[in-house]
């Protein structure tokens, strides 16, 4: 009786660990494949309660073979975990149904988890009293999804990945139906046998398979979702990593988005580098935000007075794949395994705030701000920290989305750069495998007009460029009749008033 007890608490303490880690899960596919991190995690969340909760109420229909039922359902819930990450892969390959697949799966999985619940304890009813028992099986639920919580942030998504992760937990619900069948199964009439029975072999063979073809299938799935031949991919613990091939050249993309394409890269990484070097009095000291593919210290790298580069990406995947992996380290020519590149695998910020040293130029190519975590690093409070860290002659300059595709976030960005104390000149350049991109270049010690000025008659004699040139900085500060820049938008982006990663998410990206 203390062991059957220990097991059904056992079963609930799993149940917590697998519902929260599922939900986490979920919601991570959730913000890859629709965006909108913030709006994702929020209503996967919500859903999957809101399910647990439908769940505990229909469990009182339930009335007959208690225990029997409880094995199925942990059947069940097993196969739908572990198939997670797999259906939503295959499902965004092939199909425009994604979101209506990943909430659909938090629903069912939220409903049979609420489900369980219910049902162990009334199973444990007639093993202890109800205070005792009530008591006992929450403390366990509400312990899984602390312990779920730690799994999930500290090595189920750095080392399983969102692959595996639901896979393990699968079989941590699968292991838990077959002890308590081993159990019961003397009890057991043959009405409720067989069903058990062909429901478990059914679970066991689909969790095989899912360990055995996962990485064929996820292939398969991938190769449907982009253009070109996938010759990389690595889920890291901050994003999916993936690179195509197609002839000579390469793509790089992040969470399904391009980075870079070995045809046109030098279009996006000699503007953000010579033209900001070209500006600033000195080139002894650069700092990089993001940048972790290489290219921008590759272009650093052509200054022979630069002393040093501090890079700072926040994930070790990213810049170890810019140092090691063969088609990066071909494009950045070796760049970040130059003696003079300092990488550190930190936050942004929170390098920003903490830093003494004074740089003279500052070179912030990060990730679109397409989520509030990644707004913060274009908040004015982020580009005071960048003010107090540039000398009084340095050049700052940001990556600052597509000024055709969604003008208002661009503006956005340059609005909260001069909010910092930067005068600020907008640039563009048609990049051909990313279409017309932006960038905000600010100072301290000269004006609007210095700046655009001294670009005007702009040179790079003395530096190899493959594109850049006089001419094409000329083109590049001006916009015409500013028809995509709107004058309307005046708002700045701030910690407490996050503006801009709507104006980016608000903008004409189905033109791009």
């Given at each position: 009786m203390k062991f059957r007890s220990n097991i059904l608490k056992a079963a609930v303490f799993l149940s917590g660990f697998s519902g929260i880690v599922a939900e986490y899960v979920l919601s991570t596919l959730a913000s890859y494949f629709l965006g909108n991190s913030l709006v994702q995690w929020a209503m996967i969340i919500s859903v999957m309660l809101f399910s647990m909760g439908l769940g505990a109420r229909f469990s009182k229909y339930i009335n007959n073979n208690l225990l029997s039922s409880f094995i199925l359902i942990e059947f069940i819930l097993s196969i739908f975990v572990a198939s997670s990450s797999l259906i939503s892969y295959t499902t965004a390959a092939f199909t425009d149904s994604t979101v209506f697949i990943i909430y659909s799966l938090s629903i069912i999985i939220g409903f049979l988890i609420g489900l369980e619940i219910p049902l162990v304890i009334r199973l444990n009813d007639e093993l202890e009293e109800l205070k005792i028992n009530i008591s006992a099986v929450l403390e366990k639920d509400y312990y899984g999804s602390l312990a779920g919580g730690l799994f999930f942030s500290f090595f189920?998504?750095?080392?399983?990945?969102?692959?595996?992760?639901?896979?393990?937990?699968?079989?941590?619900?699968?292991?838990?139906?077959?002890?308590?069948?081993?159990?019961?199964?003397?009890?057991?009439?043959?009405?409720?046998?067989?069903?058990?029975?062909?429901?478990?072999?059914?679970?066991?063979?689909?969790?095989?398979?899912?360990?055995?073809?996962?990485?064929?299938?996820?292939?398969?799935?991938?190769?449907?979702?982009?253009?070109?031949?996938?010759?990389?991919?690595?889920?890291?613990?901050?994003?999916?990593?993936?690179?195509?091939?197609?002839?000579?050249?390469?793509?790089?993309?992040?969470?399904?988005?391009?980075?870079?394409?070995?045809?046109?890269?030098?279009?996006?990484?000699?503007?953000?580098?010579?033209?900001?070097?070209?500006?600033?009095?000195?080139?002894?000291?650069?700092?990089?935000?993001?940048?972790?593919?290489?290219?921008?210290?590759?272009?650093?790298?052509?200054?022979?007075?630069?002393?040093?580069?501090?890079?700072?990406?926040?994930?070790?995947?990213?810049?170890?794949?810019?140092?090691?992996?063969?088609?990066?380290?071909?494009i950045n020519n070796d760049a970040l395994n130059s003696d003079k590149v300092k990488i550190f695998n930190q936050d942004a910020f929170t390098f920003a705030k903490a830093e003494k040293q004074l740089y003279d130029l500052i070179i912030i190519d990060l990730p679109d701000p397409k989520t509030p975590d990644l707004s913060r690093l274009y908040s004015r409070e982020f580009y005071w920290l960048c003010n107090k860290i540039l000398s009084n002659d340095g050049i700052i300059i940001t990556q600052a989305g597509s000024p055709y595709y969604a003008p208002e976030a661009f503006?956005?960005?340059?609005?909260?750069?001069?909010?910092?104390?930067?005068?600020?000149?907008?640039?563009?350049?048609?990049?051909?495998?990313?279409?017309?991109?932006?960038?905000?270049?600010?100072?301290?010690?000269?004006?609007?007009?210095?700046?655009?000025?001294?670009?005007?008659?702009?040179?790079?004699?003395?530096?190899?460029?493959?594109?850049?040139?006089?001419?094409?900085?000329?083109?590049?500060?001006?916009?015409?009749?500013?028809?995509?820049?709107?004058?309307?938008?005046?708002?700045?982006?701030?910690l407490n008033e996050p503006f801009l990663y709507q104006y980016y998410l608000s903008g004409d990206w189905k033109l791009y």
């Open positions: 189920g998504l750095p080392y399983l990945g969102l692959t595996y992760t639901p896979m393990v937990l699968g079989s941590l619900n699968l292991i838990v139906a077959i002890l308590l069948l081993i159990i019961v199964i003397k009890s057991l009439d043959k009405k409720s046998f067989k069903p058990i029975l062909i429901l478990g072999f059914i679970t066991v063979t689909i969790l095989v398979s899912n360990f055995i073809f996962a990485d064929k299938i996820l292939l398969f799935a991938e190769q449907r979702t982009y253009q070109d031949k996938v010759i990389y991919s690595e889920q890291s613990k901050y994003q999916k990593i993936v690179i195509t091939q197609w002839k000579e050249d390469y793509w790089l993309f992040i969470n399904g988005s391009q980075q870079l394409s070995s045809y046109d890269e030098v279009l996006y990484h000699e503007p953000i580098v010579h033209i900001p070097a070209y500006l600033s009095a000195y080139q002894k000291k650069a700092l990089v935000f993001g940048g972790g593919d290489g290219c921008v210290a590759r272009e650093l790298l052509k200054y022979p007075q630069l002393e040093y580069i501090k890079l700072v990406d926040l994930d070790p995947a990213m810049t170890n794949l810019g140092r090691n992996h063969s088609v990066i380290n071909s503006n956005c960005i340059d609005n909260t750069l001069q909010s910092a104390g930067f005068a600020t000149v907008p640039m563009h350049n048609q990049i051909m495998t990313l279409g017309e991109w932006g960038w905000i270049l600010g100072s301290k010690s000269l004006s609007k007009l210095q700046l655009r000025t001294r670009l005007e008659s702009a040179k790079f004699d003395n530096i190899e460029t493959q594109f850049l040139n006089n001419s094409a900085v000329n083109m590049m500060i001006n916009f015409g009749n500013n028809i995509f820049i709107k004058d309307s938008i005046q708002s700045v982006n701030t």
